[in-house]
T-cell receptor, first 114, second 115 residues
Framework: AQSVSQHNHHVILSEAASLELGCNYSYGGTVNLFWYVQYPGQHLQLLLK??????LVKGIKGFEAEFIKSKFSFNLRKPSVQWSDTAEYFCAVIFTGGGNKLTFGTGTQLKVEL | GAGVSQSPSNKVTEKGKDVELRCDPISGHTALYWYRQSLGQGLEFLIYFQGNSAPDKSGLPSDRFSAERTGGSVSTLTIQRTQQEDSAVYLCASSPRRAGDSPLHFGNGTRLTVT
């Protein structure tokens, strides 16, 4: 069955450190890829998305993600994190040909310390 | 403009009781999803409505769970004979088109606690 994996469940960084959160999926076909973020006490919101074209996509607040088809990965990166980036981050995938079900990973809780 | 609205925001119920959770999507959004968020489990897909098409119910965990969407707008998720393992945050999301073409807009969720 198609699945989405986020191997880092909890990440703690100091401000200005670089961030990379892993996301892998299991499916050999075409995919649409997303990263959603949930800040404390807020609802989930879209951070960035990849449908086609340039595999390096840029989102809000300085985040970017790179789609590497050969590795079935869509890792999220930010060169320098801020305390306000403390949140839970979810990778999500639509496996085309499998309806429009958006499958989420288990999430990564990021804590940025001052 | 108004976002996705869910009610109630919190619900505490006794084991064995039925509960109804409501979702008001953004006006004009044709796609509507229900997810369940449990601690350490991420977001679990439950059901998906798209326009007038038959819903994708493949994520409903048991026949105690059902959902309907009336008039292509408001949706109700019903859990019958609740169990303690049903305790979770139930999230609703809507999208103006198919989720493959546009991002989802999430509500704040209903936190269900079954005692």
């Amino acid at each position: 069955a198609q699945s989405v994996s986020q191997h880092n469940h909890h990440v703690i960084l100091s401000e200005a450190a670089s961030l990379e959160l892993g996301c892998n999926y299991s499916y050999g076909g075409t995919v649409n890829l997303f990263w959603y973020v949930q800040y404390p006490g807020q609802h989930l919101q879209l951070l960035l998305k990849y449908f086609s074209g340039d595999p390096l996509v840029k989102g809000i607040k300085g985040f970017e993600a790179e789609f590497i088809k050969s590795k079935f990965s869509f890792n999220l990166r930010k060169p320098s994190v801020q305390w306000s980036d403390t949140a839970e981050y979810f990778c999500a995938v639509i496996f085309t040909g499998g309806g429009n079900k958006l499958t989420f990973g288990t999430g990564t809780q990021l804590k940025v310390e001052l | 403009g108004a976002g996705v609205s869910q009610s109630p925001s919190n619900k505490v119920t006794e084991k064995g009781k039925d509960v109804e959770l409501r979702c008001d999507p953004i006006s004009g959004h044709t796609a509507l999803y229900w997810y369940r968020q449990s601690l350490g489990q991420g977001l679990e897909f439950l059901i998906y409505f798209q326009g007038n098409s038959a819903p994708d119910k493949s994520g409903l965990p048991s026949d105690r769970f059902s959902a309907e969407r009336t008039g292509g707008s408001v949706s109700t998720l019903t859990i019958q004979r609740t169990q303690q393992e049903d305790s979770a945050v139930y999230l609703c999301a809507s999208s103006p088109r198919r989720a493959g073409d546009s991002p989802l807009h999430f509500g704040n969720g209903t936190r269900l606690t079954v005692t």
